[in-house]
Structures are given as structure tokens and as C-alpha cells.
T-cell receptor, first 114, second 113 residues
Framework: KNQVEQSPQSLIILEGKNCTLQ??????????LRWYKQDTGRGPVSLTI?????NTKSNGRYTATLDADTKQSSLHITASQLSDSASYIC?????????????FGKGTTLSVSS | DVKVTQSSRYLVKRTGEKVFLECVQD?????MFWYRQDPGLGLRLIYF???????EKGDIPEGYSVSREKKERFSLILESASTNQTSMYLC????????????FGQGTRLTVV
């Protein structure tokens, strides 16, 4: 069964600190992995996309990694800001001739405090 | 920029009412999806559509139906609202190719009393 597991479920950090969110997946056939940020009361917005051949990708203070062998991804946030408080959702795309399916993790809720 | 618009941000309905949630996208995407999001459960797929007048059940279709009469509009219908359908509902429009990025609406928080 295709599954995406995220950890931790929630996280509280002080402003300016770094943090790392984890995503483990068992999805086949793997197409790509995206990290989404969801602010409270809003729809999720894509932060990064990782394909099979990519190991690391940065988007400002956000850096995503992918290890396709171990089927793990991480999202590292550097020098956190209050505006980083949100839910972060890992989504793995599985594509075959029948179409594309998106498998969602349950998300990590990050709270950044001053 | 892709825009996905849901007709309401907040709705309060009574048990037994028929409820319509509307979603419109402006980028000519073929694929549209309806999810509900609940604490601790994440996003769960209710229905999706790959084309006009086409619909497929997702993981939790019971108590819901959908309508896609035009490519840009995908409606979710609660035939007889129940309290366990109180949730955040998210519509998404998804690009095939370009890595399958999902563009979400702002969400509709539905409360059934």
C-alpha cells in the first residue's frame, strides 16, 4: 500500500533556530516528491519538488533532500522566522499509464515562537 | 499565476441540508480533486475528475457526490449533511506534466450543526 509518513507530528522552536522535518515513503511507481506549506486557514502551497535523480534542492531558507534508496526526504529550515509557523505536508506522486495519484503525509505542524 | 477559487471560506449548515461547495480554476487544467482535511488525519481524497462529465471515487466518497459540467468548475455535493462532515474542504487543480503540482483553493470550513 502506498504510504507517506511524516515526523514529528508537531514541533516548537525558537525564532532564529534551525529545524528538520522528516518524510518516509513507500510509493510505487515513484514520480516525484513535493513539500507543501500550509498556513492556518489556507490551502497548501508547493515549496519544492524533488525528482528521482535529485538529492538536494533549496528554496531560500528551505532545503529539501531526497534519498531514493532509503525512500526518505527531509525539509530543513534555516534561521526560522515567525512566518514559518505552518503545517508542512510531504506529498509523493505516483504515475503510471492509468494516471497520477498523489499520496499525502499527515503533515508536521511547526510553531516558531519569539 | 494559477488561481483556484472556492466559493465560500466558511459555511454553517443544518443536519439534513443539501450542501454545494463550488470550485473554479482558471488555468484550463483537466484534473480536479476534492479533499477533506481533519486534525490528525491529513488530507483525504473524496472525489476527482480527469475531464468534463467524468468523475472517480476517491478514498472516502460516502455521503458525497460531484458534478463537472464545465472544465473549469468542479462541485462537491453533500446530499444530506451530517455532523461528521464538519471539516475543512480543499479543492485542487493539478497539472499533468510539470511534476504534477497541485494548486489548492483557500479552503471551505464547513460546520454542520
Amino acid at each position: 500500500k502506498n504510504q507517506v509518513e511524516q515526523s514529528p507530528q508537531s514541533l516548537i522552536i525558537l525564532e532564529g533556530k534551525n529545524c528538520t522535518l522528516q518524510c518516509n515513503y513507500t510509493v510505487s511507481p515513484f514520480s516525484n516528491l513535493r513539500w507543501y506549506k500550509q498556513d492556518t486557514g489556507r490551502g497548501p502551497v508547493s515549496l519544492t519538488i524533488m525528482t528521482f535523480s535529485e538529492n538536494t534542492k533549496s528554496n531560500g531558507r528551505y532545503t529539501a533532500t531526497l534519498d531514493a534508496d532509503t525512500k526518505q526526504s527531509s525539509l530543513h529550515i534555516t534561521a526560522s522566522q515567525l512566518s514559518d509557523s505552518a503545517s508542512y505536508i510531504c506529498v509523493v506522486s505516483a504515475s503510471d499509464q492509468a494516471g497520477t495519484a498523489l499520496i499525502f503525509g499527515k503533515g508536521t505542524t511547526l510553531s516558531v515562537s519569539s | 499565476d494559477v488561481k483556484v477559487t472556492q466559493s465560500s471560506r466558511y459555511l454553517v449548515k443544518r443536519t439534513g441540508e443539501k450542501v454545494f461547495l463550488e470550485c473554479v480554476q482558471d488555468m484550463d487544467h483537466e484534473n480536479m480533486f476534492w479533499y477533506r482535511q481533519d486534525p490528525g488525519l491529513g488530507l483525504r481524497l473524496i472525489y476527482f475528475s480527469y475531464d468534463v462529465k467524468m468523475k472517480e471515487k476517491g478514498d472516502i466518497p460516502e455521503g458525497y457526490s460531484v458534478s463537472r459540467e464545465k472544465k473549469e468548475r468542479f462541485s462537491l455535493i453533500l446530499e444530506s449533511a451530517s455532523t461528521n462532515q464538519t471539516s475543512m474542504y480543499l479543492c485542487a487543480s493539478i497539472v499533468t506534466g510539470q511534476g504534477g503540482e497541485a494548486f489548492f483553493g483557500q479552503g471551505t470550513r464547513l460546520t454542520v450543526v
